[in-house]
């Protein structure tokens, strides 16, 4: 699988999706660890990976070899990975002489006390944050937004990798204001639909939504009018699929392709959110089997599929028919308006206001919404 990496442009690259913890420090009122569909992603309380560090890296370099990987990506995950390390600390020291490169997701609201060692070697900071703060403390707590802005503050002179802002869109975020709150803060952003098996608001959303897109794609056209692409991961995964003439051939996550995922006792799963028997791949004790995972009936039939890459499989399998059709219908939205745009941006690459590569960006998400 050909992916996109920030430096390279396109790149040949496994990611492991390392649980170091499913701890957290704090109880979102839309997090998984709330939700009905918790037991399917296996969250318990468990402090630390049960496994020795040498056999998880054993794992990695046998899969490196096998697959002949260009490089390898550690995506630190949780719970709430910065609750955990030592751990990390010392697996990092372990692998030092490899060369993998590493990402963190997070809330944020450790990023004060987080190690020099730990950050400085961080390619990629993923942080959880939903835009404007009255929104993102109704969901995260009160005074999360203040402390995410001063977490991300104190670790400025020791972090030399890129920022992705995580959003998630509830009903009540407006995406326009929620993305010019924070877009000065962050080199990227990134946002995802919230994962519920039902509908509130859906159609104040869905208009909001729309009109929002509308300003939101202006705002990023007239940015590129003075020489700079503003990184919105949605926006640059739709456009560089339709530059490039790319038809996207399989999940944008990499599901059932080059993500593992690592559970804490060393078993491996083909998505971190389907952490149960039926997609298991293997342990890091043996090898690992890539599984396809299957496009539903919906999306086999759908001229939008090779430019979003399909729906989530976890929605497909867990949610309504009618939850997955309306996030489908966002998404082409969303793929219609900047469709739009295109020829636009392929005068402003050959006039030279921008560049190409200006476009790439990480690949550790699922890209569009």
Request: glycine share 6%; aromatic share 12%.
């Amino acid at each position: 699988m050909w992916t996109k990496d920030l430096e390279k442009g396109w790149s040949e690259t496994m990611d492991y999706y390392v649980f170091v913890t499913k701890r957290c420090n704090m109880k979102c009122a839309y997090c998984c660890e709330n939700q009905e569909w918790t037991q399917i992603r296996g969250f318990n309380v468990v402090e630390k990976p049960d496994y020795d560090i040498p056999d998880l890296i054993k794992f990695i370099l046998k899969n490196r070899e096998r697959f002949n990987d260009d490089e390898v990506y550690i995506i630190l995950y949780g719970g709430e990975p910065l609750l955990n390390q030592t751990w990390i600390k010392e697996f990092m020291r372990q692998a030092e002489e490899y060369n993998f490169r590493y990402a963190l997701f997070t809330n944020g609201v450790l990023l004060p006390e987080s190690d020099d060692y730990v950050i400085e070697r961080l390619s990629y900071l993923f942080v959880s944050i939903d835009g404007l703060e009255e929104i993102n403390d109704r969901f995260r707590g009160k005074g999360n937004y203040r402390k995410v802005l001063s977490g991300l503050s104190s670790i400025e002179k020791k972090f030399n990798g890129k920022k992705i802002a995580m959003m998630t869109m509830t009903p009540y975020n407006k995406i326009y204001e929620s993305v010019l709150d924070i877009v000065d803060k962050f080199d990227f952003i990134y946002w995802k639909l919230l994962s519920s098996n039902e509908l509130e608001n859906a159609e104040d959303f869905k208009r909001n939504y729309d009109k929002g897109l509308d300003l939101l794609i202006d705002y990023w056209i007239r940015e590129m009018k003075k020489g700079r692409v503003v990184g919105l991961i949605p926006f640059l995964a739709v456009v560089t699929t339709l530059l490039d003439g790319i038809k996207q051939e399989n999940f944008r996550c990499n599901v059932g392709d080059i993500l593992v995922t690592v559970d804490t006792d060393g078993n491996c799963y083909s998505c971190d959110e389907l952490v149960d028997e039926k997609h298991r791949i293997g342990s890091i004790y043996g090898s690992i089997k890539k599984r396809r995972i299957p496009y539903s009936k919906r999306c086999k039939k759908c001229e939008y599929r090779y430019v979003c890459g399909g729906r989530c499989p976890k929605e497909e399998i867990l949610f309504p028919s009618e939850v997955v059709d309306y996030h489908c219908d966002l998404t082409k939205m969303l793929i219609d308006k900047l469709r739009e745009k295109v020829s636009m941006v392929e005068e402003l690459i050959d006039k030279g206001v921008v560049k190409r590569v200006d476009f790439n960006f990480p690949h550790l998400t699922s890209e569009i919404p």
